[in-house]
């Protein structure tokens, strides 16, 4: 199956300061990625969209200022938040899908902690 | 409220019993997904269906997609402590369009 690769598995930072993620997919061009949150004990909140070449869609709720997405090439999508806080430590995963269909392909996700 | 209703939300086993999650809606999905993840990890696609009707088997576990596209379960026959998880099920209402998860069933199977 198609490859998603996400780093940072897991990062820690000091409040205040910008955390970047990266996603990308290593054996196909995905057209389209997607970033989900993750709380402990339950499922996957969809953030944004993101199509290559375009702005991200964002989800209601999610301030785009805040968590900026750039998706600059057919295999990589990144994610900064910025200015963290420890309420926005969590998992965060991505996604990638090809141009057809609409399967995602998952990351292993990133678990940031906020001091 | 969630688009998409799972049940039970945490579900403990023995190995050898059979369980059943359940997936549900009052929306109509062009096509479900369901995913099991494990902690620490992201999703790991199980299948995909499409079909009103459609059943799938993959070894033990079992999926059918209601007749109306709006439902779906996951059958397990005799668990194993491997098929501990988080069990998600994910909808997508046109093709290419983003999924919209369910609240996951977490799974424990003691051996």
């Known amino acids: 199956g198609a490859v998603v690769s996400q780093h940072p598995s897991w990062v820690i930072c000091k409040s205040g300061t910008s955390v970047k993620i990266e996603c990308r997919s290593l054996?196909?061009?995905?057209?389209?990625m997607f970033w989900y949150r993750q709380f402990p004990k339950q499922s996957l909140m969809l953030m944004a969209t993101?199509?290559?070449?375009?702005?991200?869609?964002?989800e209601q709720g999610v301030e785009k200022d805040k968590f900026l997405i750039n998706h600059a090439s057919l295999t990589l999508s990144t994610l900064t938040v910025t200015s963290a806080h420890p309420e926005d430590s969590s998992f965060y995963i991505c996604?990638?899908?090809?141009?057809?269909?609409?399967?995602?392909?998952f990351g292993a996700g990133t678990r940031l902690s906020v001091l | 409220t969630q688009l998409l209703e799972q049940s039970p939300q945490f579900l403990s086993i023995q190995e050898g019993e059979n369980l059943t999650v359940y997936c549900n809606s009052s929306?109509?999905?062009?096509?479900l997904q369901w995913y099991r993840q494990e902690p620490g990890e992201g999703p790991v696609l199980l299948v995909t269906?499409?079909?009103?009707?459609e059943v799938k088997k993959l070894k033990r576990l079992t999926f059918q997609f209601g007749d109306a596209r709006k439902d779906s379960s996951l059958h397990i026959t005799a668990a194993q402590p491997g098929d501990t998880g988080l069990y998600l099920c994910?909808?997508?209402?046109?093709?290419?369009?983003?999924?919209?998860f369910g609240g996951g069933t977490r799974v424990l199977v003691k051996p």
């Open positions: 993101s199509n290559e070449g375009s702005k991200a869609t964002y």
């Open positions: 269906v499409v079909t009103g009707g």
């Open positions: 996604s990638a899908s090809a141009s057809q269909g609409n399967i995602q392909y």
């Open positions: 054996d196909f061009q995905a057209t389209t």
């Open positions: 929306s109509v999905f062009s096509s």
């Open positions: 994910a909808g997508s209402k046109a093709a290419g369009n983003k999924l919209t």
